[in-house]
C-alpha cells in the first residue's frame, strides 16, 4: 500500500490531501478470504472520507466478488460504504466517499477492509484501486 500526499492542484479539485493506492500485490500475500490494511491517524487530525477510483479491475481464478469499506474501529464504512472492485462482479470504477468527517481525540487507523468471496486473496493476480482522504492538522489551527 502506498500513500502519498496530493499536489495543491489536485487538493483544490477533489477536496482531499491524501491519496491510498492498493494494488493487487497487497491483498494477495493472504491465505484468506479478509485483510485489512490500515492507515495511522494522530490525535489531533481530522479525516474526511473522499472518492474511490478503480485503476485496473482486481481479478483472480475463481474470486467471484471482492469489496471493501473504508472506516474505522467505530463504524466500519464511515468514509467509503461496501464497494465492488472484482471484475466478474458489478465492479464500480468511480464512487464517491461519504463525505463524513471525525475528529480523532486518540492515535487510531483508517481501515480499509477487504472481503473476497469463491478463493482466497493469494489467489488475485491483478488490481489496482486509489481512495481519498482529506487529513487536516487540527493542532496547526490552536
Known amino acids: 500500500m502506498e500513500i502519498n500526499k496530493l499536489p495543491v492542484e489536485t487538493q ?3 477536496g482531499c490531501n491524501t ?5 493487487h500485490t497487497d491483498l494477495s500475500d ?3 478470504t479478509t485483510k485489512t490494511l490500515t492507515v495511522s491517524v494522530d ?3 481530522q479525516v474526511t472520507g473522499g472518492p474511490h477510483v478503480l485503476v ?3 481479478a483472480g481464478p475463481s474470486i467471484s466478488s471482492l469489496v471493501y469499506t473504508v472506516g474505522d474501529g467505530d463504524d466500519a464504512d464511515h468514509y467509503l460504504t461496501s464497494t465492488e472492485v472484482e471484475e466478474t462482479g458489478t465492479e ?4 464517491s466517499g461519504t463525505g463524513t468527517s471525525k475528529a480523532y481525540t486518540g492515535s487510531d487507523t483508517v481501515d480499509l477492509a477487504f472481503t473476497a468471496t469463491g478463493a482466497n486473496l493469494d489467489t ?3 488490481g489496482k484501486l486509489k481512495v481519498y482522504l482529506n487529513i487536516a ?3 496547526d489551527l490552536k
Open 12 to 14: 483544490a479539485l477533489i
Open 19 to 23: 491519496e491510498v493506492v492498493v494494488e
Open 30 to 32: 493472504t491465505a484468506g
Open 43 to 45: 490525535a489531533g487530525k
Open 56 to 58: 485496473t479491475d482486481f
Open 92 to 95: 464500480i470504477d468511480y464512487k
Open 124 to 126: 488475485l493476480t491483478a
Open 137 to 139: 492538522d487540527l493542532e
